[in-house]
């Protein structure tokens, strides 16, 4: 049997995403093979892409950090899973495919009927967001904060999840996003057209409890003039590097740590600083790496939650696995509203078409298969 996974063979532009096709790969030992339903498309995708993200392979190699599937096939010694269960999972790599092999350690069971793409959303963007709100910022409930790119992926995300923890939230975005910020709770800011500082403190006073800056540079020391005193920025990004999608250092050379080593002078200069504010650093692949069961507790949390209805991920679209160069040009053009999702396994008119495998027994075939979504025009 034949599949498609999408490689990129050098480091470069959107023009450097190719789609290849070659033979299923087999899961070794310890290994689940998953049927790929949904891959998320995110900004650490780019990055990779350009050379320049701390967890870049070496080309050729398979974009995508996440991936909710089902389970295809199990090597030997797999326990805990069976076959055609739907299951989650950040690899950080390779889930621009139809299959994927993974440690099946690394496998998050799936609420049955749950969609896809939400699901997707939450592994990266929604853990993201939750630990940054509770394990970096230690939430409570009254206190106010601020996010920027607040209609984006992880911006969503944490709008939802500070609502449903009692923290007012604003955030930047555009004037086009800003219905969407309000929408999902948020008090907007439009980046474009006002000193974000200043409408910090018009609204709070004396300061946000906490920012979440994805934007690096320079806005870490804007963020840090947005905070009360005692308050933090928790940054986990780098955007103000990238322009039209391409890093803008990128005719200086490529190097995966650049940009981290430049995050560490703005805190080693932040505590230089009066006011008692503070600067952390977050990373989704260190935290779980060095504290797995947190990440694995996090993202089981988040998905009972979506299963009760508390949250919706905002989809902004959905892409056969054909797409996935314009799904990077979608994002790094900007001012996309929610999480972009490539869906390897089934397209039709945006939505995901489960391609049902013949099992032996009508019971199995009701329970399991993915109701047919009616076509629709554009």
């Known amino acids: ?68 599937g089902t389970v295809d096939q199990m090597g030997k010694g797999v326990m805990g899973f069976e076959l055609h269960q739907t299951v989650a999972a950040m690899p950080i790599h390779g889930c621009y495919a139809q299959y994927l092999c993974l440690p099946s350690r690394k496998l998050v069971p799936v609420p049955v009927g749950l969609d896809p793409a939400e ?22 409930a009254g206190q106010r904060m601020l996010i920027h790119g607040a209609s984006g992926g992880v911006g969503s995300a944490m709008l939802q999840l500070a609502k449903l923890a009692g923290v007012e939230m604003l955030g930047t975005c555009s004037a086009r996003g800003a219905a969407v910020v309000r929408e999902l709770g948020g008090i907007p800011i439009d980046y474009k057209s006002a000193d974000f500082v200043k409408e910090v403190h018009l609204l709070t006073g004396d300061g946000v409890d906490a920012v979440f800056d994805g934007i690096g540079g320079d806005n870490l020391w804007a963020s840090r003039d947005a905070l009360r005193k005692g308050g933090r920025v928790v940054i986990y ?45 977050y990373s989704i692949q260190w935290l779980m790496r060095l504290n797995p069961a947190w990440f694995r507790h996090d993202l089981e949390t988040l998905l009972n939650i979506l299963k009760q209805g508390k ?6 679209a959905r ?8 799904a990077h040009e979608m994002l790094g053009e900007g001012g996309v509203l929610g999480k972009i999702v490539l869906l390897p396994n089934g397209y039709v008119t945006g939505k995901i078409v489960e391609q049902v ?15 047919m979504m009616e076509k629709k025009g554009h």
């Open 1 to 68: 049997m034949r599949y498609k996974r999408v490689a990129v063979t050098q480091y470069g532009g959107p023009e450097v995403i190719t789609i290849i096709e070659e033979d299923v790969p087999t899961p070794k030992a310890g290994e689940v093979r998953v049927k790929v339903l949904a891959a998320g498309v995110g900004l650490p995708d780019i990055l990779a892409r350009e050379g320049v993200h701390p967890e870049t392979p070496h080309v050729p190699y398979t974009p995508g950090w996440d991936l909710v």
């Open 319 to 326: 892409l056969p696995l054909d797409e996935a160069r314009r």
């Open 357 to 371: 495998d013949v099992w032996t027994t009508q019971a199995e075939r009701t329970c399991s298969a993915l109701p």
């Open 311 to 316: 949250i919706k991920p905002l989809i902004a």
């Open 237 to 281: 990004g780098f955007q103000s590097k990238m322009r039209a999608g391409r890093m803008a250092s990128q005719n200086e050379g490529r190097h995966p740590f650049r940009e981290s080593a430049e995050l560490s002078w703005y805190i080693i200069r932040n505590w230089f600083k009066s006011g008692r504010k503070s600067m952390v650093p």
């Open 119 to 140: 699901a997707v959303a939450l592994v990266l963007n929604y853990v993201t967001a939750y630990q940054m709100l509770h394990r970096s910022a230690k939430a409570r």
